[in-house]
């Protein structure tokens, strides 16, 4: 072949995309051509500068020769792939993100034109008209390549399979990327070393547990609704004061009906904790237990909206004045807790705490995939196997669990669950809920369990009254022995100075 044929069969193979893709090289033009770049001798990303000169034009070695390979190196497969093609079969093709239809003085998408500098939104990734220079020069899209939240092939695979759950998209978490969702849709720490180690309680199982429970039912009215923490990581600020304010109104057997305030623990507990970008639930429940925190109705949530904490506007000591709301400030309004504690990692003893005290916290490893549930019985469905670690991250969540239950399947199988609390809207799962296979420990969400009764002023003025009345009681139940006592007594006496006097009667007759 000769040198103009050469260029001119290189020409045509460069604009001519569909023809291009099936048309072959001649062995005369192998290479080596990728082999002698020198550095990165094959690109991961659509790279322009990975090319190399052959023979008056360019020739690539970048990843964006699997979609459009008439311009890539004749040695790009075999070097770069290992793939050997043989002269009469067309080109291997590996998936990427489809190639956009250019022309010489714009970009092109959806059949509208876009000039260089303009750009668009691909989910997550914004994508660009750029000018490259040749030869050829061309205008193209040059496009972002984060990993994102919600990823619609993600979402077919689990629907296409057999989970047991079904999948969706959500406008709130679309545009978002993985590392994002986990920043600001979670937002627990892992648990410090001396936090595992606590000791935790033991429950006494002396009963038949149900095959079915549900806290809404048991405590109608009591147990709070779902909230939604927005684009904040302050899953341990929500979760920490939906148990409390839960457990305090099974305690006050519904005469409280507050919802404790996470934005009061969000901006004020500052100690180790990050706000919005994460805190520890131990420090939290310390808070709690020392500082107290107000109800929502005082210090409404804000940073959903804002993504940051604000300043803490409800001091440790204040006693009077208005709260952040407007409304006025009640010291008998700032409730605590005692101490948190820990129940065992069983199920039956789990299930046996929430049917006799109320919700309890559970933290729990989020994978890539939770983000999209719908509905069903959620189990980790590990369909991005074998793809790299950019798409498999994790992170750790933080829910109430208020209750448990069963399904049946069509095949006739049982399918244990637990009924769990999430704090991302009602739109989000079922109505705000989701339900989690039970007693495999799916995601480690058996692994810490955590509860804590109320303590507040009420609250101790409930016990010392109730203590006062029992001692009332018991002194009025002493004064009403005492004159029963003193009664007997005397009636006692009586009897015996009658038979006295019976008895000197007597002998006295018996002398007659």
């Known amino acids: 072949m000769s040198g103009v044929g050469i260029l001119l069969v290189l020409s045509l193979g460069c604009f001519i995309g569909t023809w291009g893709q099936m048309w072959e090289w001649g062995p005369d033009l192998e290479g080596p051509w990728c082999a002698k770049r020198r550095g990165e001798q094959c690109c991961d990303d659509r790279d322009d500068y990975c090319s190399v000169p052959i023979l008056g034009t360019e020739c690539y070695c970048d990843v964006f020769c699997n979609s459009t390979a008439y311009d890539c190196c004749?040695?790009?497969?075999?070097?770069?792939?290992?793939?050997?093609?043989?002269?009469?079969?067309?080109?291997?093709?590996?998936?990427?993100?489809?190639?956009?239809?250019?022309?010489?003085?714009?970009?092109?998408?959806?059949?509208?034109?876009?000039?260089?500098?303009?750009?668009?939104?691909?989910?997550?990734?914004?994508?660009?008209?750029?000018?490259?220079?040749?030869?050829?020069?061309?205008?193209?899209?040059?496009?972002?390549?984060?990993?994102?939240?919600?990823?619609?092939?993600?979402?077919?695979?689990?629907?296409?399979g057999r989970y047991g759950w079904t999948a969706s998209n959500y406008s709130a978490l679309w545009g978002m990327t993985l590392p994002n969702g986990i920043k600001y849709r979670l937002g627990t720490f892992p648990l410090e070393s001396n936090v595992v180690r606590m000791t935790p309680l033991k429950v006494r199982l002396d009963e038949v547990l149900p095959e079915s429970f549900d806290s809404r039912q048991k405590w109608p009215g009591v147990i709070n609704p779902i909230?939604?923490?927005?684009?904040?990581?302050?899953?341990?600020?929500?979760?920490?004061?939906?148990?409390?304010?839960?457990?305090?109104?099974?305690?006050?057997?519904?005469?409280?009906?507050?919802?404790?305030?996470?934005?009061?623990?969000?901006?004020?507990?500052?100690?180790?904790?990050?706000?919005?970008?994460?805190?520890?639930?131990?420090?939290?429940?310390?808070?709690?237990?020392?500082?107290?925190?107000?109800?929502?109705?005082?210090?409404?949530?804000?940073?959903?909206?804002?993504?940051?904490?604000?300043?803490?506007?409800?001091?440790?000591?204040?006693?009077?004045?208005?709260?952040?709301?407007?409304?006025?400030?009640?010291?008998?309004?700032?409730?605590?807790?005692?101490?948190?504690?820990?129940?065992?990692?069983?199920?039956?003893?789990?299930?046996?705490?929430?049917?006799?005290?109320?919700?309890?916290?559970?933290?729990?490893?989020?994978?890539?995939?939770?983000?999209?549930?719908?509905?069903?019985?959620?189990?980790?469905?590990?369909?991005?196997?074998?793809?790299?670690?950019?798409?498999?991250?994790?992170?750790?969540?933080?829910?109430?669990?208020?209750?448990?239950?069963?399904?049946?399947?069509?095949?006739?199988?049982?399918?244990?669950?637990?009924?769990?609390?999430?704090?991302?809207?009602?739109?989000?799962?079922?109505?705000?809920?989701?339900?989690?296979?039970r007693g495999e420990n799916e995601c480690e969400i058996e692994s810490y369990i955590v509860g804590a009764f109320g303590k507040d002023n009420r609250r101790r003025r409930l016990i010392n009254q109730r203590r006062l009345n029992r001692i009332r009681d018991g002194r009025k139940f002493r004064s009403l022995n005492l004159r029963r006592l003193r009664r007997r007594r005397k009636n006692r006496n009586k009897n015996k100075n009658n038979r006295r006097r019976f008895k000197k009667s007597h002998k006295s007759v018996k002398k007659l």
Not at 243 to 261: C, H, N, P, W
Not at 332 to 356: G, N
């Open 227 to 437: 909230r939604d923490q927005g684009n904040c990581g302050a899953s341990w600020a929500f979760s920490t004061t939906a148990v409390a304010s839960d457990r305090l109104g099974i305690e006050f057997m519904g005469d409280y009906k507050e919802q404790l305030s996470p934005q009061h623990i969000l901006s004020c507990n500052s100690d180790r904790q990050e706000g919005c970008a994460g805190g520890f639930l131990d420090r939290a429940w310390y808070y709690l237990r020392r500082r107290g925190l107000v109800t929502e109705e005082c210090y409404p949530y804000s940073s959903g909206r804002t993504s940051t904490i604000g300043e803490c506007l409800v001091a440790p000591r204040k006693r009077q004045g208005n709260c952040p709301s407007g409304i006025e400030f009640r010291m008998e309004k700032r409730y605590k807790t005692t101490p948190p504690y820990r129940i065992r990692p069983l199920e039956r003893e789990i299930m046996k705490e929430i049917m006799d005290n109320g919700p309890v916290q559970a933290t729990f490893t989020v994978k890539e995939d939770f983000y999209m549930y719908r509905g069903g019985i959620y189990r980790y469905s590990d369909t991005t196997r074998g793809e790299t670690s950019e798409y498999r991250q994790t992170g750790y969540h933080s829910v109430r669990i208020l209750g448990w239950g069963v399904e049946r399947t069509f095949e006739g199988d049982i399918v244990k669950y637990w009924l769990c609390a999430n704090s991302w809207g009602t739109d989000w799962g079922e109505n705000g809920y989701f339900r989690i296979v």
């Open 74 to 160: 004749p040695d790009y497969w075999e070097h770069c792939h290992g793939v050997v093609r043989e002269r009469t079969t067309p080109l291997p093709f590996i998936y990427t993100t489809p190639r956009i239809p250019v022309t010489t003085n714009n970009c092109v998408r959806n059949g509208a034109l876009f000039q260089p500098g303009q750009s668009y939104q691909e989910n997550c990734n914004e994508c660009k008209c750029e000018v490259f220079s040749g030869p050829p020069r061309r205008f193209d899209w040059r496009c972002s390549q984060s990993v994102c939240l919600i990823r619609p092939q993600l979402i077919r695979a689990v629907n296409d």
